[in-house]
């Protein structure tokens, strides 16, 4: 896969850069589709391209948050007994994991995310397997996202020397956050959540803040978040990512009046808007845009599935949290590994999705979210979100031309940092 080189001189005007794209092969599929090794079944299921590794250590959690992709999948919802990983479950899991690490072919960085529910309620375990992996020759990246209400000093402090990456979870503003982000009184969130984003942003790691916009007011909201986080930050903190999915579509509680261009025309410019605070915007609204300056391994996938999977606190293996499929248990990763499915998501893959062919970003967009566009065992249809996975590629190339105008360095600022 070509790389695209940024901050060499201006780009091309618009319809050239798309032709030049198009001319890489970046955005849509050839015909004649060249081998490729992520579609083979034996490597496939022997966990040859796995490289990702995420673990449900909880599925508590002490918010009630209307948007929750996790808790709206009914199969979630256990009884309080079942809720929270043992430290052996964690263990065998990543003791399974590495040892699929040392014999994968997967050249890209290994990667462990830490989910839930809320994590940080099952914090003991959170620390046992920050020093399990730390010990190790090659430990890789290390995510955890949170609400933030039980996110200390200390805790950050503890994370941040470790290298662990923290993605705290704010919908904006008091006004908006408060309407989707409660907890399970009714009560509002926000300034619990603000007191764990003040101690992370203390930390030298950078701060990730994960935004989910669910109406036009979100983002209307947004320039008043990127001035909230430029307040509370530190002079010398790292630059803050604003992590942003926009759940149209995937949930109920979405209520969007403007079309798919004008949303994305305006997440562009605050995109923009963003950068002059030293804030850069990121997460899934931009990923087919940045995914066309990614490594080849990167490049053509929606998101790590097919790469990875869930452990839940019972041992069972998904694909997803945001699904109710089950590959199989810990007690026999080979098994699940060679399901049918692991294979399906495993070969979604840009240029290799039915119904994808010809679309104008087929290459880096990857066919969206594959658990919404699930239509059987064997097949993944497109996205829910086409329309606006186009959109929002075409106006963040336009916010990328307008800031190579404005000087040298602008245009690569957009491009990184990486998650």
């Known amino acids: 896969m070509t790389r695209v080189d940024v901050g060499q001189g201006r780009p091309p005007a618009f319809g050239a850069l798309l032709a030049l794209l198009h001319a890489r092969e970046l955005l849509t599929s050839s015909p004649a589709q060249a081998p490729d090794e992520r579609l083979d079944g034996a490597g496939i299921a022997s966990g040859a391209f796995v490289r990702q590794l995420s673990l449900m250590v909880t599925l508590a959690c002490n918010y009630a948050c209307r948007n929750c992709f996790v808790y709206s999948e009914p199969s979630n919802v256990v009884p309080p007994a079942h809720t929270l990983m043992p430290w052996a479950v964690a263990e065998n899991a990543l003791e399974q994991f590495v040892a699929l690490r040392e014999r994968a072919t997967a050249r890209a960085e290994t990667v462990v995310r830490i989910f839930g529910g809320e994590p ?10 920050v020093g399990w992996l730390r010990v190790r020759s090659n430990p890789g990246r290390i995510y955890v996202t949170t609400n933030g209400s039980l996110l200390t000093d200390s805790r950050a402090e503890f994370l941040g020397t470790n290298g662990v990456t923290v993605f705290v979870s704010l919908n904006g503003i008091r006004a908006i956050n408060d309407r989707v982000r409660i907890d399970h009184e009714g009560r509002s969130t926000f300034d619990r959540s603000v007191r764990g984003l003040i101690a992370q942003l203390a930390q030298a790691q950078r701060t990730h803040v994960s935004v989910t916009l669910a109406d036009d007011d979100s983002i209307d909201a947004l320039p008043g978040l990127i001035e909230l986080i430029d307040r509370l930050r530190p002079e010398s903190t790292r630059p803050v990512v604003l992590y942003l999915s926009l759940m149209k579509g995937l949930v109920s509680e979405t209520r969007f009046r403007a079309s798919e261009r004008t949303l994305a025309d305006r997440i562009a410019e605050l995109w923009l808007l963003a950068l002059t605070r030293n804030i850069y915007l990121g997460g899934r609204l931009f990923h087919a845009f940045r995914n066309v300056f990614a490594s080849a391994e990167a490049f053509d996938r929606w998101c790590e599935r097919g790469t990875g999977f869930v452990v839940y606190p019972s041992g069972e293996i998904r694909p997803c949290s945001g699904t109710a499929i089950v590959l199989g248990h810990l007690r026999d990763l080979p098994r699940a590994l060679a399901s049918e499915e692991f294979s399906a998501v495993s070969r979604r893959i840009g240029g290799q999705i039915p119904g994808c ?10 066919g969206s979210c594959a658990c919404s566009s699930r239509a059987g065992v064997r097949e993944y249809r497109p996205g829910i979100n086409c329309e606006f996975e186009r959109a929002m590629f075409e106006s963040a190339v336009k916010a990328f031309l307008t800031a190579s105008s404005k000087g040298p360095g602008i245009d690569a600022a957009l491009v990184g940092p990486a998650p």
């Open 120 to 129: 940080f309620m099952n914090w003991s375990v959170i620390e046992r397997i």
């Open 357 to 366: 062919h010809g679309c104008a970003v087929e290459g880096p967009c990857g």
